[in-house]
C-alpha cells in the first residue's frame, strides 16, 4: 500500500472521516483506497491542465483495475474483495468522456490529503514528540512490575510454608523421636535442622523484603511519569481540544496505568499484611526485628497510593452548555450546563466497598474573590454524585447533566442594574482600571471533591475545572469565546491563573493563525489554508513586533475577531457541506478576487466571504467576456437570512440574469478554478420535479423563487446575444421580439413610415446596471 494513504489510515477516526468527506459525491472511496499506488504515482496536478495526460492517467487506473479483477478470478476470491469490474465501469461511465474532472478531483483530493496530515502532524507537537516511545516504556515498566509481584507472592507462599515445616517440627520431634527408638543424638539433630530452617527463613524474609522495595522503586517512578508528565500533558491536550485543537484526549491509556498502579499497590499493601499475619501466627522471636523495615515500607506504599489517587480525579468533559456544544467553559446564567469527572483508578473493590460522592463546589478558594474589583459572585445549583461505572464506555464516572449558576447580588445598586447595564459599566471601568476585568475577562472555576477511605487512607481529592468565563447574554459569546481561546493557547500552568487578562497578554500571528483555523475545523470540518491566513494576517497583525495584542483582537467593536464569528456561525447553519469539500474560497479581497479570474474561462466563478457584513454573508464573483472584454462581476451578498430560505446550491444552479430582451441566461458555469458545477454541486442540489401546475385549496397558482440579478454588462449586438451560453427564456415573457417593439411604441408603427427595427436598435438609450432583483415566477 502506498505511502500517503497508509499514514492516513493511521489517523484517528475524526481526520479519517475528514479523508472520506473528500470523496464523497466525487469518486468512490474504494477506488482510492485501491488503486492508491498507481493513483499516488500519476501527476494529477498536469493532467488536470492537459486533457492527454488525463486520459492517459484514467488509463492507467483501468488497467490496474482490469489487473486486480483478473486477479480475484485465478485465486478464487471475488467474493472476498471489491468488486473491481464495477468500480472499472464507474470510471468509464463517468469519466471516460471528460478525463479532466477525475484529473481535477484526485489533484484536489490529494492536495487536502496532504494538508490533512500536515494539521495531524502540527497537533501533534503539542505532546511529547517520544509520546509513543514513553507509553511503551509505561507498558514495559508496568507488565515487568506485574511480574516482580507474582514473584513476590510465591515467596511469600514459600516462606508461609517454611515457617510451618519449621513449626510442625518444633512441635512434633519428641513424639517422633519416641515412635522410632534408637536414633543416635536425635535432639543435637532436630536442633541443627530447626537452625538451618531458621536461617533460610530469615534470607528468605530479606529476599522478599528486597523484591518489595525494588518494586516500589520501580512503581514510585511509574507514579512519578503518570503524575507529573501523562496527566499534565493529557490536561493540556484537552486545553487545546476544548478551543478546537484535533488532539487525542482519550483517557483510556491513562486509566490502565493509573488502574494497573493502584493494583499493585495494593497488592503490596496485603503481602505486607500477611507476612505480619504469619508471624503472629506462628510466634516468631524475629517479628520485632521484621516489623520495623515491615512498617516503613507500608508507609511508603501508603504515601505512592496517595499521590496516585490524589491525582486519579480528573474532569473528563469541560463544563458546557447544551445548547452551545462546539463552546465549552463559556456559561450563561440560568442555563443549564453539564460537566464529566472520571476517577481513573477503576478498581472493582473501590466501586463494591467505597461510596465515592462527588460535589461540585464554584470558586471555592479563590483567592481573586478577594483581590479583583468587582469580582461576581455566584451560586452552583447541582447535586453531588455518586460515582459508578457506565457500561457505554465502562469508566467510573460522575455525570453532572444539570447544572445552572446564579449570580449574587452586591448590594442594592447592582440588583437595580440590567445584566446588560452591568456588562457595559464592567466593560468601561476595565478599560479605565488596570486592577478591573470586563465581563468576558473574568475567570471562574469548579472544584470536584471527592471523600475516599479505603486500605488506611482517608483523602479528600479534589479536582478542578478549566476557567470558564459567566455571561449573562448571548451575545457576549463571542466576546467570551475570545477570552477561552486566548487563555487556553497562552496558559499551561498549575493552579490556574485567575486573574490572566490583568496582564494583557499576546500571541504571536503563528499561534492565533493555528487557533482561528481550528475554528473553522470544528465548524466546518475543514480548516483554513496559507493563502486564508495571509489574508487574515492582515486584518490582525498592525505591530511591528508581529503580535496580536489582546485589547486590539477582542476589546475593539471593530475587530476582526467578531467579524469571522459572524463567518463561522455561517458555516455551522447553512455552509458545512461546502465549506468541508473546499469549495468556498472564502477570505479574498475583491481586487484579489477579480485577478483570479480574469485568467480563467467565461462562468468561472468563486465564493467569498462578505467583509463589509459583520454578521456574516457570502457573495460570489463570475467573470464573462462580453464585446471583447473580461469583465469580473460580483453578486450582493447573501445573509443568514436569505440562506435560510433557499441553500447555497440551489441559488447557484437557479441564479441567472436578464438581459435587455427579457430572457434569462446563467452565467455560473465552474467553481474556481475549473469544476463544473454540477460536480462541486451536484450532490447538494435536487433540482424541483416538473409537474402539472395544480390550483391550490386558496386557489392560487404554486410559485418558485428563482434568483435573478440585472444584467450589469452593457447588451452585445444582436447576433452574440443569441449565442450567449445556458439561455433561458423566461416562461411567461416567451413573446417575439417584433412583438415587444409594437407594444412599447404603437404610436411609431401606427404609420407606415415609421423606424425600421435596426434603426429602433440603435436609437435606443444605454442599458444600465442594477442590483439583483429576484423574481417569484408564477
Given at each position: 500500500?502506498?505511502g500517503?494513504?497508509q ?9 479519517q ?19 492508491c499506488?498507481?493513483i ?29 479483477w ?31 474532472n477525475?484529473?481535477?478531483?484526485l ?6 490529503e ?28 508496568i ?22 515445616t519449621?513449626?510442625f ?13 534408637g ?20 534470607r528468605?524474609?530479606q529476599?522478599?523484603?528486597?523484591q ?37 484526549t482519550?483517557?483510556d ?6 488502574t494497573?498502579v ?6 503490596i ?11 503472629v501466627?506462628?510466634?516468631?522471636t ?8 515491615m512498617?516503613?515500607?507500608e508507609?511508603h ?14 474532569v473528563e468533559?469541560?463544563?458546557v452548555?447544551?445548547n452551545?456544544p462546539q463552546?465549552p ?16 483508578a ?17 470558586d ?10 468587582g469580582?461576581?459572585?455566584?451560586e ?11 457500561t ?12 445552572l449558576?446564579k449570580?449574587?447580588k ?10 446588560a447595564?452591568?456588562s ?5 471601568k476595565?478599560?479605565e482600571?488596570?486592577?478591573h ?21 482517608d ?12 455571561i ?7 466576546a ?10 497562552l496558559?499551561?500552568?498549575e ?13 504571536t500571528?503563528?499561534q ?23 489574508v ?8 511591528p ?5 489582546w485589547?486590539?483582537?477582542s476589546?475593539i ?8 464569528d459572524g ?9 458545512m457541506d461546502i ?11 475583491r481586487?484579489r ?11 468561472t466563478f ?7 457584513n ?7 464573483s ?28 440551489y ?5 441567472s440574469l436578464k ?27 435536487k ?29 452585445p449586438?444582436?447576433?452574440?446575444e443569441?449565442e ?6 423566461v ?16 404610436d411609431?408603427f ?8 435596426s ?5 435606443m438609450?444605454?442599458f444600465?446596471n ?9
Amino acid at each position: 500500500m502506498s505511502g500517503q494513504w497508509q499514514e492516513l489510515l493511521k489517523l484517528g477516526s475524526d481526520l479519517q472521516g475528514q479523508v472520506s468527506q473528500l470523496y464523497t459525491g466525487k469518486l468512490p472511496r474504494e477506488i482510492r483506497h485501491y488503486l492508491c499506488q498507481p493513483i499516488e504515482s500519476q501527476d494529477w496536478d498536469s493532467a488536470a491542465e492537459d486533457e492527454n495526460k488525463a486520459r492517459a492517467c484514467l488509463g492507467a487506473l483501468l488497467v490496474c483495475l482490469e489487473e486486480q479483477w483478473s486477479r480475484s478470478v485465478q485465486e478464487n476470491s471475488i467474493l472476498q474483495g471489491p468488486d473491481f469490474s464495477a468500480l472499472k465501469d464507474h470510471l468509464l461511465k463517468n469519466f471516460e468522456h471528460n478525463p479532466l474532472n477525475l484529473a481535477v478531483i484526485l489533484s484536489t483530493c490529494l492536495k487536502e490529503e496532504k494538508r490533512i496530515l500536515a494539521a495531524a502532524s502540527e497537533a501533534q507537537g503539542f505532546s511529547s514528540p517520544t509520546m509513543d516511545q514513553r507509553r511503551e516504556m509505561l507498558d514495559r515498566m508496568i507488565s515487568n512490575i506485574r511480574g516482580m509481584i507474582l514473584g513476590a507472592k510465591k515467596e511469600t507462599k514459600s516462606l508461609e510454608n517454611l515457617y510451618a515445616t519449621l513449626d510442625f517440627i518444633q512441635n512434633n520431634w519428641q513424639s517422633r523421636v519416641e515412635e522410632h527408638s534408637g536414633f543416635p543424638q536425635p535432639q543435637a539433630a532436630v536442633e541443627q535442622e530447626c537452625l538451618n530452617q531458621a536461617n533460610f527463613i530469615s534470607r528468605t524474609n530479606q529476599m522478599v523484603e528486597m523484591q518489595i522495595r525494588e518494586i516500589l522503586n520501580q512503581t514510585k517512578q511509574v507514579v512519578e511519569t503518570l503524575s507529573d508528565v501523562e496527566l499534565p500533558e493529557w490536561k493540556h491536550r484537552q486545553q487545546i481540544a476544548c478551543i478546537g485543537g484535533p488532539v487525542d484526549t482519550s483517557l483510556d491509556h491513562l486509566e490502565k496505568w493509573f488502574t494497573a498502579v493502584a493494583e499493585v499497590l495494593l497488592e503490596i499493601h496485603k503481602q505486607l499484611q500477611k507476612l505480619r499475619d504469619i508471624l503472629v501466627k506462628y510466634k516468631r522471636t524475629e517479628a520485632s526485628s521484621i516489623s520495623t523495615p515491615m512498617a516503613e515500607i507500608e508507609t511508603h506504599v501508603l504515601s505512592l497510593l496517595k499521590k496516585l489517587l490524589s491525582n486519579a480525579l480528573v474532569v473528563e468533559q469541560q463544563t458546557v452548555m447544551t445548547n452551545q456544544p462546539q463552546r465549552p467553559l463559556v456559561i450563561k446564567t440560568g442555563v443549564r450546563f453539564t460537566a464529566k469527572v472520571r476517577f481513573l483508578a477503576n478498581l472493582t473493590e473501590f466501586v463494591q466497598k467505597c461510596l465515592l460522592k462527588v460535589t461540585p463546589k464554584f470558586d471555592k478558594g479563590v483567592e481573586e474573590a478577594k483581590t479583583i474589583k468587582g469580582f461576581r459572585l455566584f451560586e452552583l445549583s447541582s447535586d453531588e454524585k455518586v460515582m459508578d461505572v457506565y457500561t457505554a464506555g465502562g469508566g467510573l464516572e460522575a455525570d453532572f447533566g444539570h447544572m445552572l449558576l446564579k449570580e449574587k447580588k452586591r448590594g442594592l445598586k447592582v440588583t437595580q442594574e440590567t445584566s446588560a447595564a452591568v456588562s457595559k459599566r464592567k466593560r468601561n471601568k476595565s478599560e479605565e482600571d488596570p486592577n478591573h476585568l470586563s465581563v468576558t475577562e473574568e475567570l471562574h472555576i469548579i472544584k470536584f471533591e471527592m471523600k475516599f477511605q479505603y486500605a488506611g487512607l482517608d483523602l479528600s481529592i479534589e479536582t478542578s475545572s478549566l476557567p470558564l468565563v459567566v455571561i449573562s447574554s448571548t451575545n457576549q459569546i463571542p466576546a467570551a469565546w475570545a477570552s477561552i481561546m486566548w487563555f487556553n493557547m497562552l496558559s499551561n500552568s498549575e493552579p490556574k491563573d485567575l486573574s490572566f487578562f490583568l496582564k494583557l497578554p499576546s500571541l504571536t500571528w503563528e499561534q492565533l493563525a493555528q487557533v482561528l483555523s481550528w475554528q473553522f475545523l470544528v465548524v466546518g470540518q475543514l480548516g483554513l489554508n496559507a493563502d486564508q491566513l495571509c489574508v487574515l494576517r492582515d486584518k490582525f497583525v498592525e505591530s511591528p513586533d508581529g503580535l496580536v495584542h489582546w485589547k486590539d483582537f477582542s476589546k475593539i467593536e471593530t475587530s476582526a475577531w467578531y467579524w469571522i464569528d459572524g463567518i463561522l456561525d455561517l458555516i455551522r447553519k447553512h455552509l458545512m457541506d461546502i465549506w468541508r469539500d473546499g469549495s468556498i474560497v472564502g477570505f479574498v479581497s475583491r481586487a484579489r478576487t477579480e485577478a483570479l479570474l480574469r485568467e480563467k474561462q467565461a462562468g468561472t466563478f468563486l465564493l467569498r466571504f462578505s467583509e463589509s457584513n459583520k454578521d456574516g454573508a457570502i457573495t460570489f464573483s463570475w467573470v464573462e467576456n462580453a464585446n471583447g472584454e473580461t469583465l469580473v462581476h460580483a453578486v450582493e451578498p447573501y445573509t443568514k437570512q436569505e440562506l435560510s430560505v433557499n441553500s447555497l446550491p440551489y441559488i447557484i444552479f437557479n441564479y441567472s440574469l436578464k438581459t435587455q430582451t427579457n430572457t434569462n441566461w446563467k452565467p455560473l458555469l465552474y467553481l474556481y478554478p475549473d469544476i463544473p458545477k454540477g460536480t462541486a454541486f451536484g450532490q447538494y442540489y435536487k433540482a424541483p420535479e416538473k409537474a402539472a401546475p395544480k390550483n391550490g385549496k386558496s386557489g392560487y397558482v404554486a410559485k418558485n423563487f428563482i434568483p435573478v440579478s440585472v444584467n450589469p454588462t452593457p447588451p452585445p449586438s444582436p447576433t452574440k446575444e443569441l449565442e450567449m451560453m445556458d439561455m433561458d427564456p423566461v416562461e411567461d415573457m416567451n413573446v417575439d421580439h417584433q412583438q415587444v417593439i409594437q407594444d412599447l411604441f404603437p404610436d411609431l408603427f401606427c404609420h407606415p413610415s415609421g423606424p425600421s427595427d435596426s434603426t429602433l436598435n440603435q436609437e435606443m438609450p444605454p442599458f444600465q446596471n442594477s442590483s439583483m432583483n429576484p423574481e417569484i415566477l408564477m
